[in-house]
């Protein structure tokens, strides 16, 4: 099939690439001449485990543009994924959505074609987008469109880091849409990953007994509403966790214990039970807005969303709170931190619990170095302002330290002479955002050790 993708963010790439591994001809849009640049000399203007790889392994089937006009015409779907970042009263903002939809309104020629909303937008955009389709495509042609067009939402479940595996081995694909024609057309394009017939690519091997792929082929608000609901579900899960391990703390318990004896009950499920820190990145917390927001619109409260938010900002605090506790002054200490992406594996600082951290302590007088395997430069740039000192091995940030802080759970952390550590720091105080760590090696070690759980 042909199919275009606006956006190259990592939703967008993402699912042009595994689209052209899968064999459909593929062509990216993207505003940005810079990251367009760099997708045509086969960059990557994001970091994506195995990513690059893919992209090449796909290259014959991909092509990168600024242009809407030959993107739109040749295609039989269209994907949205551009960016929907929230605005400063944490709705979504939807401009680059409406760019989109009236760039696509302005070229569209009349075949069928499923315009198929792949970003995470509010409840009720496919609408929203099928009209603003029409109107541009009635300004530009000065004649109503014959109808031939249809807006589908197609929602991802895809994890930063792992965002390649997530999408070819998905869970589930959820369709939606009010046109059957529509459903049919979506159906063909995921068909390889329903089936799982494509050969896995040698850096991505399929799980072992992955079968078929379930599909849901449902009407557009279900699968709006699907995306929203899964998110508030894994966001209030560790939020959940965080509470519980609070109470852990005080009565003595274990929570990588408690969180173990209750995942595994299989109605439960021991995944994002991880207690610590909390969420971070660019989808749980505006996604958790958005939801309340919209709630808000038909006069329904979501107290059980809120309280996840809310526990999840006291998490940030609790790790301030926890080092004035442990040093009793935190003005003139200085503090090292261990991580500045909001997860592994990923080089996104959005709503990075680091950047964050390193605000509140530096706001109490702190000095605060700062490490990350991948995401430092990004920081630098992004960040210009925030007064604190970039290292360049987790090594430099412990020298002088009072305490470290591991804020993301890299698995370069976990390797570490943590004795080395130790004797580089002022004195050996670890608080470990995400109980990751060896706690009884690591006090075999003579560190003062402290979770936030
Ligand atoms: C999340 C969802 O997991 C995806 O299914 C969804 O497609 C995506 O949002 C989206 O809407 O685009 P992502 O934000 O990439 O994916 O990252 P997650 O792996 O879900 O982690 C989110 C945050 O939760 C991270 O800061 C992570 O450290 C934290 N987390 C995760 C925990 O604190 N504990 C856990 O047990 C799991």
């Known amino acids: ?178 046109n059957g024609r529509a459903l049919e057309v979506l159906y063909s394009l995921y068909r390889p990953v329903l089936d799982q017939t494509f050969a896995p690519p040698p850096y991505l091997p399929r799980p072992e007994g992955l079968g078929a792929v379930p599909l849901i082929a449902t009407d557009l608000a279900s699968a709006e509403l699907i995306k929203y609901a899964a998110n508030a579900f894994l966001a209030t899960k560790i939020s959940y966790i965080n509470e519980i391990g609070q109470l852990a703390e005080k009565v003595g318990a274990d929570i990588t214990q408690v969180a173990k004896g209750i995942g595994l009950d299989a109605r439960i499920g021991t995944r994002f039970l991880q207690a610590g820190i909390g969420w971070g990145g660019s989808c749980f917390g505006k996604d958790t807005a958005a939801l309340v927001a919209t709630a808000r619109e038909y006069n329904i409260g979501m107290p059980i969303v809120e309280a996840a938010r809310e526990v999840n900002k006291r998490q940030r605090d609790r790790v301030v709170e926890k080092l004035l506790a442990e040093l009793k002054i935190l003005k003139g200490r200085t503090v090292g931190l261990l991580g500045l992406a909001f997860k592994p594996n990923t080089d996104d600082l959005r709503e990075a619990p680091a950047v964050d951290i390193a605000r509140k302590l530096v706001e109490r007088g702190c000095k605060v170095k700062v490490h990350d395997p991948v995401a430092l430069n990004k920081f630098e740039a992004e960040y210009p302002d925030l007064a604190v000192v970039s290292c360049d091995s987790p090594e430099d940030t412990a020298d002088d330290t009072d305490a470290l802080v591991l804020v993301t759970e890299w698995s370069d952390y976990r390797e570490l002479d943590w004795e080395v550590m130790a004797s580089r720091m002022r004195s050996p105080l670890l608080l470990d955002g995400r109980n990751a760590l060896d706690r009884a090696a690591l006090e075999r070690i003579g560190f003062r050790y402290l979770s936030v759980a």
């Not at 990251?35 to 990557?44: A, D, E, N, R, V």
């Not at 893919?54 to 991909?62: D, E, K, S, Y």
């Not at 109503?144 to 880091?161: D, I, M, Q, T, Y």
Request: proline share 6%.
């Open 1 to 178: 099939m042909k199919v275009s993708i606006v956006g190259t963010g990592y939703v967008g790439l993402t699912t042009g690439v595994c689209l052209g591994y899968l064999g459909h001809k593929v062509t990216c849009v993207d505003s940005d001449p810079k990251k367009i640049g760099m997708l045509q000399s086969g960059k990557t203007p994001i970091y994506e485990p195995f990513l690059t790889e893919l992209m090449a392994a796909a290259q014959h089937n991909l092509q990168f543009c600024t242009e809407y006009k030959g993107a739109v015409q040749e295609a039989d779907v269209i994907f949205i994924a551009v960016g929907t970042p929230p605005s400063p009263d944490g709705s979504p903002d939807l401009k680059y959505l409406r760019a989109a939809a009236e760039g696509i309104g302005q070229y569209y020629e009349g075949d069928f074609l499923v315009v198929v909303n792949k970003s995470t937008v509010p409840i009720g955009s496919g609408n929203w987008v099928g009209s603003l389709v029409r109107e541009s495509y009635e300004k530009h042609h000065g004649r109503k469109p014959n109808g031939h067009f249809s807006v589908a939402s197609n929602p991802e479940f895809l994890r930063e880091g792992s965002a390649l595996h997530d999408s070819l081995y998905a869970d589930r694909v959820v369709i939606g849409s009010d």
